[in-house]
């Protein structure tokens, strides 16, 4: 970790993202850098540049939250990268639940492991799998109890061959994690496993340090290839389990489509629900 800190290094990421013409500033001069300038932030945001190169540089690490509020916009964040930045900055959201050991409950895995033909698991807040139905793991090997969903994107051989756009979905994986922690990235299980990746994947050292965040919930479309049952277009959902840091990812298809009857094929080949364990 810099001495910049999360909130520093959060800063600088987003602002070498917003060019001048984002933002209305006419782009005069050579530019050694990507993005804007920290003089032109700091004027956007109406703050002294002194302040801001504080705050970047991690000299100061307590701005107010109208400040964060006024950097946030400057910087043209959503709403959700909005959030995660008033966490880095100290102003979380009163009431967060304590920690707690990422055990699934009990009703999840019943209600999980029951479905036949839909395809469903349940993440924690480092991406580890810790529970998936029979035709989820039938879908794809990556979506079984143990696999670290961010270590198989990068690391792992089978997710070119799965999705026909493994580079959106690396991005999206880092964002969600990035969703996931919060301002907690000196989690010593966070910092091991960003150490493997940075040095493994060139690509999610790119990715980290673009320090993008996305809901924890939220859905859209993703196109497996399939060994046996060839392509399926399936819709997920991704769920947050109430009083937990773990996520549910259910997947199914357009009713009636090539991908359903497909799904069902899949599903009939894989053994009954009542042998799970």
């Known amino acids: 970790m810099s001495t910049a800190g999360p909130l520093g290094e959060y800063l600088r990421a987003r602002r070498e993202l917003v060019g001048p013409g984002d933002v209305g500033l006419p782009a005069?001069?050579?530019?050694?850098?990507?993005?804007?300038?920290?003089?032109?932030?700091?004027?956007?945001?109406?703050?002294?540049?002194?302040?801001?190169?504080?705050?970047?540089?991690?000299?100061?690490?307590?701005?107010?939250?109208?400040?964060?509020?006024?950097?946030?916009?400057?910087l043209l964040l959503d709403t959700e990268a909005t959030a995660h930045l008033r966490r880095l900055g100290g102003h979380a959201p009163a009431g967060r639940p304590a920690r707690r050991p990422e055990r699934v409950p009990v009703g999840i895995?019943?209600?999980?492991?029951?479905?036949?033909?839909?395809?469903?698991?349940?993440?924690?807040?480092?991406?580890?799998?810790?529970?998936?139905?029979?035709?989820?793991?039938?879908?794809?090997?990556?979506?079984?109890?143990?696999?670290?969903?961010?270590?198989?994107?990068?690391?792992?051989?089978?997710?070119?061959?799965?999705?026909?756009?493994?580079?959106?979905?690396?991005?999206?994986?880092?964002?969600?994690?990035?969703?996931?922690?919060?301002?907690e990235v000196d989690d010593p299980r966070l910092t091991e496993l960003v150490d493997e990746l940075t040095a493994g994947s060139e690509l999610f050292r790119r990715l980290w340090a673009r320090h993008d965040v996305t809901a924890r919930a939220g859905g859209g479309l993703r196109v497996f290839h399939h060994p046996q049952v060839g392509e399926l277009e399936l819709r997920y959902e991704k769920l947050t389990i109430s009083g937990t840091t773990q996520s549910l990812v259910v997947y199914h298809a357009e009713p009636g489509s090539p991908s359903a009857r497909s799904l069902a094929r899949l599903g009939n080949a894989v053994p009954p629900p009542e042998a799970d364990g």
């Not at 001069?29 to 970047?56: F, H, K, N, T």
């Open 28 to 74: 005069r001069g050579r530019r050694r850098v990507p993005g804007l300038r920290r003089e032109e932030l700091a004027l956007l945001a109406g703050i002294s540049a002194d302040y801001y190169l504080r705050l970047e540089q991690g000299r100061d690490r307590n701005p107010s939250a109208q400040v964060l509020e006024a950097l946030a916009r400057a």
């Open 109 to 183: 895995r019943q209600l999980v492991g029951s479905w036949a033909e839909t395809p469903a698991f349940v993440h924690g807040r480092h991406l580890d799998v810790l529970f998936a139905n029979r035709i989820a793991t039938a879908l794809t090997p990556i979506y079984r109890v143990g696999v670290n969903l961010l270590r198989e994107v990068f690391l792992g051989p089978r997710v070119p061959a799965l999705y026909p756009a493994p580079e959106a979905v690396a991005a999206s994986a880092v964002a969600g994690l990035r969703a996931q922690v919060g301002a």
